[in-house]
Structures are given as structure tokens and as C-alpha cells.
């Protein structure tokens, strides 16, 4: 299973994970004018190069349809299969990585091909609502650093890193009879609330069971991630009393979640569908661009090596030695590659404009202080932030410059491939796509 140091064999399956497809397309006097297909996986993240493979493997199965207008993206679930050979060292007698590629290339074009094949005319609908779902996973010490799930019951704790958002956005889309056929929904916590080592899809099998059970087995259910990279969908703070809740109640702590996201979003429907539009305008715009790599100084190359070279003679390697050595690795060839050029981190941005809605992905594990300047700016009715979306290559995690001060995993280099500078590129890039989209009426 991918996400963990040790990259551990499955011990059977707590809840199917799934990949839900929406297809789209907008038509001016009987022609097409735009279209888009937005696939979510159940998956840690999408690995480089997998988005391009599955395009090239998808383009013959969708003749005319033009495969930039096409990403994935994934909940972060750290219960679900590798995609990337190299991750880890030794699968034992498990899937490999590349077996199950093959697999799951075969599953999404099923789903895509029925998602486009199946496009009938249809009303949409929008709003948000509100669900506590997660809560700060960096704790702040006195000295100012910060370390990812840390003790709070050290003297010298200080608080929870950043701000939480609590907003569930949905954007509904209905067939001619008024039901609702798919829902895209995203909520600012990964798909992180159990972990185990079972085969698992955490809260996200919790919402689509409440929706389709309210709205029809036939529901298509879009669980994106908002921006959430300091963010964790478990109890950092109240832990014992938050459990003992989950142990009277008798239900998970997925499972709780889950029904509460699930309750806000009917909330939102039962609001929205007095809102109901079938001319909207729709725009997909999708740009690649360049951000400045963040560099490794000399000491988080010292640091690096040191610990590297202690990985290099150990005679075995052992629980996360082998992961931990790679990731050293690959900071020690970003040290070397900065010597002759300038560190770059390819983005390949999707924006589309949906009536007075724009939805924007980022390849990163943003952290929320991102997603929170890009809405303070957005010019949109209603902006929803797609993280873990169409990556071309490892997004990691981008930190903010408080962050990397205070240190510790998620905002150290080795964690970053670009640093607050780069961010903050980030946001002007995504703020004046979405401006473009809404000048071209």
C-alpha cells in the first residue's frame, strides 16, 4: 500500500476504493464548444507519468476528444496500491506496481468511455455548506518549530499550525427529470482519518454510501481534496474525549465523518436545487508552467548526505530505511542538478468556469494559507480548490515560508520540491487564469 515508509502488504479490504468519472461538454446550436473529464481516484496521489500513459492508452477509445481536457486526481488515501515500481524495494508475493497500472488503466477507460458515451442534456447546481472534518497536524513549539503530529502534552507546546477550514464545496448536476446524477464534491482533509493495513477508500466509501442512499445507487460521487497539507481528518486536540464519543456512538472514526459530510451536502442540495441552470457559460482552460524549484542549501545537502551515507552501509535495511534513502537520494541529485541550472517544477493547470463557479486544480499538497489567497482573489461567485490534480510531476507538499522556518516534515526540502516563493507564483498563475476565464464571455 502506498503513502507509508515501509510500503506495507494489504491485509484484506475495509471498504472498496473506487475511481469516479464526470464527463462534460457544452453545445452552441447543436455544436460542441468545450468539454472536460475529471477523474478521482482512490489513490495516494497520481505518479508521474501516469496521467500522461492513461492519456495516450485512453485516446483511442475517445476519437475527436481532445486528452488535454482530461485529468486525474486522487484523495491521498494511504490504503491503497503503489503506482510507481520503484516506491519501494520489495513487493514479496503482493500485486506489483506495474501489474496493477495495466489494471487500473483497464477499470478507468471503462468508466471514461461510459462517462462520455453516456453525456445527455442537464441542469446544474452549486452551493456550499459546512462540516468539522479536520484539524491542524503540525504542533508548535515555544522555540517556534514545528514537527507533524508532535506531543501536545509537552510543556513547551504552543499550538496547531495554521488556520482550519471547515467548507464542504458541491456542484451538482442533474439529468432532464431533475435527479441528481454526479456530485463534485471537495472537502480541505485528505483521506487520512484510519490508516491500517486494510485495503480502504477512509471517509470518502462514507460520503458516497450517505449521498447514493439519499439520491440513487446510480450516483456518480467526485471526492476531491481541497487545500490541506498541514490538515488531518483526526483528533490532534480532545483525542481521548473524541474517542470515547466514537466508542459510544459505536461507529468509526471514518464512518463519523463521513455521515457528517454526507449530511451537510444533502443540506446543500435541498438549498441549491431552487437555483437550477441549463445555459451557463463553460470554459476549460488548461496552461503548463514553470515554477522555480526550491534549492537545497549547503546544509540540508550536509544533513542529507550525512544521513544518507549511513543508510548507503547499513547491512540491511529495515522498516522505512529504504524509502528514507531514496528521499535523501533524490535531494542529494537536486544539489547537484542546481549547479548547472536553475531548479524548475513543471504545473500543468486546469481551470474551468462553470456559469458563475470556477474550479482550479494545483498537483500539490498545498497548504490552506495557498488555497486561502487564491479565494480571497478569485473573482468567482463560488471557487473550488482541487488539490492532488493532474500532477506531470511529484507535487509533495508546498509549504509557506512560516513553515519552512519552523521545519519538520511537510515543509523541509526533502518534502518540497518548491519552496513559498514558488507558491506565491502559484497563486498569480491560478488568480489570472481565473480572471481570463471570466473575461471571455
Not at 494489504?10 to 464526470?22: D, F, P, Y
Not at 531548479?343 to 497548504?367: C, K, Q, S, W
Not at 514558488?422 to 481565473?434: D, K, L, N, P
Request: with cysteine; hydrophobic share 40%.
Amino acid at each position: 500500500m502506498d503513502g507509508n515508509t515501509t510500503g506495507p502488504i494489504s491485509q484484506g479490504v475495509r471498504s472498496r476504493i473506487r475511481a469516479e468519472v464526470l464527463a462534460l461538454e457544452a453545445r452552441e446550436q447543436g455544436k460542441p464548444t468545450d468539454a472536460a473529464i475529471l477523474i478521482v481516484c482512490d489513490l495516494v496521489r497520481i505518479r508521474p507519468g501516469v496521467q500522461a500513459a492513461f492519456r495516450t492508452h485512453v485516446a483511442a477509445h475517445l476519437p475527436g476528444f481532445d486528452s488535454r481536457k482530461l485529468f486525474l486526481a486522487a484523495t491521498h488515501t494511504h490504503c491503497a496500491p503503489v503506482t510507481d515500481q520503484k516506491e519501494y524495494d520489495d513487493y514479496g508475493d503482493a500485486m506489483q506496481p506495474k501489474e496493477y497500472v495495466s489494471f487500473l488503466f483497464g477499470r478507468l477507460t471503462e468508466a471514461v468511455v461510459k462517462a462520455w458515451k453516456g453525456r445527455q442534456p442537464g441542469t446544474f447546481a452549486w452551493g456550499l455548506g459546512h462540516a468539522v472534518v479536520a484539524q491542524g497536524r503540525r504542533t508548535v513549539y515555544d522555540d517556534g518549530s514545528a514537527v507533524m503530529y508532535g506531543k501536545t502534552s509537552r510543556a513547551d507546546f504552543s499550538h496547531l499550525e495554521g488556520s482550519v477550514d471547515h467548507v464542504v464545496d458541491a456542484l451538482f448536476f442533474l439529468d432532464a427529470d431533475k435527479n441528481m446524477k454526479a456530485a463534485v464534491l471537495a472537502v480541505p482533509a485528505s483521506s487520512q482519518s484510519e490508516g491500517g493495513r486494510q485495503i480502504d477508500a477512509d471517509y470518502w466509501h462514507w460520503v458516497r454510501e450517505g449521498v447514493r442512499q439519499r439520491h440513487g445507487q446510480g450516483v456518480v460521487v467526485l471526492g476531491f481534496i481541497a487545500p490541506s497539507g498541514n490538515h488531518i481528518p483526526r483528533a490532534i486536540l480532545r483525542k481521548t474525549a473524541e474517542d470515547r464519543m466514537l466508542k459510544l456512538k459505536g461507529v468509526s472514526r471514518s464512518r463519523e465523518i463521513g455521515d457528517r459530510i454526507a449530511e451537510t451536502v444533502d443540506g446543500v442540495w435541498r438549498v441549491a436545487v431552487n437555483d437550477l441552470r441549463s445555459d451557463v457559460n463553460f470554459l476549460h482552460h488548461v496552461e503548463c508552467f514553470d515554477l522555480p524549484g526550491r534549492v537545497v542549501t549547503e546544509d540540508e545537502y550536509l544533513a542529507a548526505k550525512k544521513r544518507h551515507d549511513e543508510l548507503v552501509v547499513k547491512k540491511k535495511l529495515v522498516g522505512g530505511d529504504y524509502w528514507e534513502k531514496r528521499r535523501f537520494a533524490k535531494t542529494l541529485a537536486r544539489y547537484e542538478a542546481q549547479k548547472s541550472a536553475d531548479p524548475v517544477f513543471i504545473v500543468e493547470m486546469h481551470v474551468i468556469r462553470l456559469g458563475d463557479v470556477v474550479i482550479a486544480t494545483n498537483p500539490f499538497e498545498l497548504y490552506p494559507e495557498y488555497g486561502a489567497r487564491i479565494q480571497g482573489r478569485s473573482i468567482a461567485g463560488q471557487t473550488v480548490l482541487l488539490s492532488f490534480s493532474s500532477p506531470l510531476e511529484c507535487g509533495g507538499y508546498l509549504a509557506t515560508r512560516d513553515a519552512e522556518k519552523a521545519g519538520g516534515y511537510s515543509a523541509l526540502v526533502e518534502s518540497c520540491p518548491v519552496g513559498h516563493e514558488g507558491g506565491q507564483i502559484f497563486v498569480e498563475r491560478t488568480v489570472g487564469a481565473i480572471r481570463k476565464v471570466f473575461a471571455k464571455e
